[in-house]
């Protein structure tokens, strides 16, 4: 299942003490009119009752990788939010692991043979000797070929597989894993920065063991990938809060995309326009999940938290703070379902890092000083140097009260076909529907296979002592009244 972290070098203390001058911002006042709704605060940082085991999947390598100079991806991104984690001290309410690589069978139970050979083959040392391929895998500018773009992949891929088969062992409650969640790659091609869906494989996984998944996307960007891939089955249920206009990327997810065949209804898009806001976006999650919860009845939930939703990210257009972002996790997180917490979109990387800590401290159930800890990476959170920086405002709210109330009625009225969950005939062992036993449970029984064969040939050369006493046919007391005439 990955080993233990057991090289990273964690602060001396939990939280920053240095003091530094900075506005916080709206953010923190909306974190602020949130904490006195939730009832259940106790002491200083510890917010609810409910105390979810933790697993945190982070591997150093993954931030170091680079789409190019002017690409808004940026990797990079994963490592300043494990800086942040690490410093405000949250490897104290949860277990770090580190992953390890998906392997090309894992990876080609969803994609396709002849795109995984490409991705493994295709350098950018041997890019133009391939580029007769590139039209047939949408190579190009959203997806350029890079240094080191398999072990990319595998590192990311690996991480949500093994953070699903944690879900699955009972050894977590909610499992995160901020470098997955790229959402947009298909079976046959990569889009939208995307290149192996992480998502799919996983959920692939959580279908091994419970009847139902979830899957919640709250990117700016339409979950396409995720849903073109269960949109024929009741077993996943898709529910994406997105931009739609038509031509936003990737130009899917209006309403009325509901699902086909035994899928029909259980995929759920909630488009919306330009510039939402806090209050608005918050009341809608709420109001649908809630929806959603009571009739679909997951069994696991995987909740794709893409920053890109984020008040002045550099490709979105939402007006939405940390706090409103974190607070669709902290809704999720109290249903107490068996939760993956996955990353996504996200460009202006400073706001990332600090969106992800948040709702890292979040299913936690800790609340985080707003003042960021010191760390290598200061200086990107200049000037505020604070959790919760000033984000909405930039872009006008086109989401009129009308509009959204129309929006829920509808998304309403679409779960009220489904009549209730899906029932699934499953077994009580569920079918390795990947058609392969993972190295560590075949290492496990021949181990424990090997062990019960040696104890047992102990037994039999083991001398018995005619003295042993056995409430069995091999009473030996029986035998011996018989020689001594009794």
């Given at each position: ?33 949130l ?53 405000y ?32 083959r ?37 991480a ?30 990569p ?33 396409d ?27 899917t ?40 919860m ?13 920053a ?7 490709l979105?257009v ?9 607070e ?24 990332v ?67 209730g ?66």
């Amino acid at each position: 299942m990955g080993r233990r972290k057991e090289n990273i070098t964690y602060p001396s203390t939990t939280f920053s003490t240095s003091v530094r001058e900075g506005s916080i911002g709206s953010g923190l006042e909306f974190a602020s009119s949130l904490s006195g709704q939730d009832g259940g605060s106790v002491g200083n940082n510890v917010v609810e009752h409910y105390r979810p085991r933790v697993a945190y999947y982070m591997r150093e390598q993954a931030g170091n990788f680079h789409y190019g100079k002017q690409h808004p991806m940026k990797p990079h991104r994963l490592t300043l939010t494990n800086h942040l984690v690490l410093n405000y001290g949250l490897h104290k309410y949860m277990d770090v692991f580190e992953p390890r690589r998906a392997t090309e069978e894992e990876i080609r139970e969803f994609h396709a043979e002849d795109y995984i050979d490409f991705l493994k083959r295709v350098t950018p040392g041997n890019q133009d000797q391939m580029r007769a391929c590139f039209s047939d895998f949408n190579i190009g500018d959203d997806c350029p070929i890079f240094d080191g773009i398999w072990d990319f992949c595998s590192i990311y891929s690996g991480a949500s597989i093994e953070a699903a088969r944690k879900l699955i062992s009972g050894s977590a409650d909610i499992a995160v894993n901020w470098m997955g969640g790229l959402h947009h790659a298909k079976k046959y091609e990569p889009s939208g920065f995307c290149y192996v869906n992480d998502i799919v494989l996983a959920i692939l996984q959580l279908l091994r063991y419970y009847p139902r998944v979830l899957y919640v996307d709250i990117d700016i960007h339409h979950g396409d990938g995720v849903q073109e891939a269960f949109y024929t089955t009741d077993r996943v249920m898709t529910c994406s809060f997105h931009k739609y206009n038509g031509d936003f990327f990737p130009g899917t997810g209006a309403i009325d995309e509901m699902g086909s065949g035994l899928g029909k209804f259980f995929a759920v898009n909630v488009p919306l326009q330009d510039g939402i806001d806090d209050r608005s976006y918050t009341q809608l999650f709420k109001t649908v999940m809630t929806a959603v919860m009571e009739t679909f009845k997951p069994g696991a939930i995987v909740l794709q938290c893409g920053a890109d939703s984020l008040g002045l990210d550099r490709l979105g257009v939402f007006n939405l703070s940390i706090a409103a972002h974190g607070e669709c996790v902290r809704f999720m997180r109290r249903f107490g379902v068996p939760m993956m917490v996955i990353g996504g979109g996200g460009y202006t990387i400073r706001n990332v890092a600090r969106c992800w800590t948040y709702e890292t401290g979040i299913v936690c159930g800790t609340e985080l000083p707003s003042e960021l800890p010191n760390t290598v990476y200061s200086e990107f959170f200049a000037p505020d140097y604070s959790l919760h920086p000033q984000l909405s405002g930039r872009v006008v709210n086109h989401n009129s009260r009308a509009y959204l109330n129309a929006l829920t009625a509808r998304i309403l009225e679409q779960l009220r076909y489904l009549k209730g969950a899906p029932s699934v005939q499953m077994q009580e062992a569920p079918p390795d529907i990947q058609g392969f036993l993972e190295d560590q449970e075949r290492h496990d029984k021949d181990v424990h296979s090997d062990r019960n064969k040696e104890e047992k040939d102990e037994r039999a050369s083991k001398r018995e002592h005619i003295s042993e006493f056995y409430e069995s046919d091999r009473d030996q007391d029986q035998e011996d009244g018989d020689d001594i005439g009794i």
